[in-house]
């Protein structure tokens, strides 16, 4: 048997999506209890895992090239190197082939495995056997409900209420990867919610593919974002990422109204052109999209609206791009993410259109709505000119020690200038706004002389 207290340290690297961040932290716990370390730093590593995206082509093409600077460190020393998540679930096989320096391969669902998997792996290399392994099972129950992740980030912390996805919009790989739709036990979700406010986390953020289609028995999303947000010491509650289609009046008002639910909705619109998104199935019109955006609205004009956009789908044609250029002028966002349609195998999209639209007007389409989202953001930030706005401490600016970073309510990042009051992360403080860029606002803490 491998000796675990000589090969135990593990270092782990995420891409992707805040699940994946949250999966990390899912993974810290399963292998601590098991008796591995952790260490920063993969010089120092007996194991690195990968734990991946297979969400566009430029997710993969990032992990192959860690592979590849894998490969000289496992020629100087004995390592375990291991794919988690997503792109092993999608690639399984092909992805084994490719890649000799890879010994495990493991999937979204089966991550109680992988203390198993490890000291099998490293048993086997200390033997000189040429032993890999791939545990890629998807499960329909798999919720992870009796482990507490081990969080690295303090003010925030990630909760996943459901997994997987039943929607299968056309281009999206998630359905395949992370399997069916499943919510956890909402006593579970409490429970560790209140756990990790006495811990000091001020902010609880509830994750899910398609968050809002949360169901388990008699509670639906708009009931546990509630009971959620009513738990003391949970200052903020955000939640990400909602579908379009799962927003009944109750939903509408808990966010509207709850004094600790972000005046903040991430709507994905994809396209705004109707054919699109019905190729797309993504099973809502431009004018339901902008109806929800008027109901948003109507119930509370302060809540900030970000999106995400697909350019350059299947059979897009430059009018039915532009009617997408509209829907962004028109509805206003506060942000979006903007990303070049990238076929993934096994999708609908792979399966019954051809990805036709040429790369360099899928770039043109992307470079004009950055461009554009650009001009709205800032026009956005420059509302808040002149005015006093409580923000929650995250921590020191990126670019300077002397000035702090933290999140209006919309999900704005501000900048200000350490003042002589005492301030910490975690704490929600006054703000007066006096400069704003495209990305931030700037100001400084009124409460300072
Ligand atoms: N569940 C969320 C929803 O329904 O909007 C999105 C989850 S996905 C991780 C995040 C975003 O990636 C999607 O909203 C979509 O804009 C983008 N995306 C997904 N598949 C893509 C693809 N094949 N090519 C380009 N972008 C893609
Ligand atoms: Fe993918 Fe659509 Fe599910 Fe979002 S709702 S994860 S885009 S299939």
């Not at 969080?151 to 395949?176: E, L």
């Not at 708009?222 to 939640?239: C, H, N, S, W, Y």
């Not at 609205?297 to 039915?320: H, K, M, Q, V």
């Amino acid at each position: 048997m491998t000796d675990l207290s000589t090969r135990n340290r593990v270092h782990i690297e995420t891409f992707g999506c805040q699940m994946n961040v949250y999966d990390t932290e899912l993974v810290r716990a399963l292998l601590g209890k098991a008796g591995f370390t952790f260490t920063e730093d993969r010089e120092q590593a007996d194991v690195i895992l990968m734990n991946t995206c297979a969400i566009r082509e430029h997710a993969h093409d990032r992990v192959y090239g860690h592979l590849a600077e894998l490969k000289a460190i496992k020629r100087a020393r004995p390592l375990v190197v291991g794919v988690l998540g997503c792109m092993a679930q999608n690639l399984k096989k092909d992805l084994m082939d490719a890649e000799p320096v890879v010994d495990l391969l493991v999937g979204p669902d089966a991550y109680r495995r992988l203390p198993d998997l490890i000291v099998e792996a490293a048993a086997a290399q200390d033997a000189g056997l040429a032993q890999r392994s791939m545990a890629v099972d998807l499960s329909e129950y798999e919720t992870y409900e009796d482990i507490l992740p081990e969080r690295t980030h303090g003010v925030n912390a990630w909760v996943a209420v459901m997994r997987g996805c039943d929607n299968f919009c056309t281009f999206c790989v998630v359905p395949y990867t992370r399997g069916r739709e499943r919510s956890r036990d909402p006593h579970g979700v409490l429970d560790e919610v209140k756990a990790l406010a006495a811990q000091g986390h001020r902010q609880v953020t509830l994750l899910g593919q398609n968050v809002n289609s949360y169901r388990h028995e008699q509670w639906d999303f708009a009931r546990l974002l509630t009971a959620v947000a009513d738990i003391p010491g949970v200052a903020r509650v955000r939640f990400t990422s909602p579908h379009p289609k799962d927003f009944p009046p109750a939903l509408l008002d808990a966010v509207a109204t709850h004094p600790r639910v972000c005046k903040h909705i991430h709507l994905p619109l994809q396209s705004g052109n109707d054919r699109i998104l019905d190729l797309m199935d993504r099973t809502y019109s431009r004018k339901d999209y902008l109806l929800l955006v008027d109901e948003i609205r109507r119930r509370n004009p302060a809540i900030a609206l970000s999106t995400d956009i697909i350019c350059g789908f299947c059979g897009e044609s430059e009018t039915e791009f532009q009617d997408t250029y509209r829907m962004i002028e028109e509805v206003g966002y506060h942000s979006a993410f903007i990303f070049k349609y990238s076929e993934r195998k096994q999708t609908i999209a792979a399966r019954k259109y051809p990805d036709d639209v040429p790369e360099p007007a899928k770039v043109d389409r992307v470079n004009r709505l950055i461009e554009l989202q650009r001009s709205i953001s800032l026009r956005r930030n420059r509302e808040m000119l002149g005015c006093t706005t409580d923000v929650l401490v995250e921590g020191d600016a990126k670019k300077s020690a002397g000035q702090w970073m933290g999140k209006t309510d919309a999900n704005v990042t501000v900048i200000w200038e350490k003042g002589d009051s005492p301030t910490q992360p975690g704490d929600v403080v006054p703000i007066a706004i006096t400069r704003v860029s495209v990305t931030a606002l700037f100001g400084h803490d009124v409460r300072s002389s």
